[in-house]
C-alpha cells in the first residue's frame, strides 16, 4: 500500500504567530512530524503543505525537499483541510504519483506513538 504522509503547516497563525518552527523539546514543531513519518516510510512519500518560506527552510533544514509552496487562497482562516489535502493529492495525481492511503500528520500534535500508527496501517 502506497501512503502519502501530509503535514499541513500554514504560516498565519494568529494565536501563536510562528507556532510551526518554534522549539518544542530541542527541535522545530514541524520536525516532530517529518521524523514521525520518517519511521513509516522514505521522504518523497512526505509531503509538507506550506505557504511560509520560514517553514519550508526549516524543512529544507531537516533534509525535506518541499514539493510544493501552497497558494495563499489555501492558507487563510477561511480555507479547510479538505482542500488542503485535495490539493495535495491532486499535485501528485498530476505527476501521475497515486497514493492508496493518505495519513494527515498535524504539527500541533508532536507526541504521537509509533505503535499507534503501526496497529491502523496492518489493519
Not at 10 to 34: F, M, T, V
Not at 38 to 53: A, K, Q, V, Y
Not at 82 to 106: G, P, R, T, W
Request: glycine share 4%; net charge neutral; aromatic share 6%.
Amino acid at each position: 500500500m502506497k501512503v502519502l504522509y501530509l503535514i499541513p503547516a500554514r504560516g498565519g497563525s494568529k494565536g501563536l504567530p510562528g507556532k510551526n518552527i518554534k522549539e518544542l523539546n530541542g527541535k522545530a514543531l514541524i520536525n516532530h512530524s517529518i521524523d514521525y513519518a520518517r519511521n513509516f516510510t522514505s521522504d518523497e512519500n512526505i509531503c509538507l503543505s506550506t505557504d511560509s518560506d520560514e517553514i519550508i527552510e526549516c524543512a529544507i533544514n531537516n533534509n525535506l525537499k518541499v514539493p510544493f509552496k501552497r497558494p495563499d487562497i489555501l492558507s487563510n482562516d477561511t480555507a479547510s483541510s479538505n482542500e488542503v489535502i485535495l490539493h495535495a493529492i491532486n499535485h501528485y495525481e498530476s505527476k501521475e504519483i497515486f497514493f492508496d492511503l493518505l495519513v494527515l500528520l498535524q504539527p500541533t500534535t508532536p507526541f504521537r506513538k509509533k505503535e499507534d500508527l503501526k496497529n491502523m496501517l496492518n489493519q
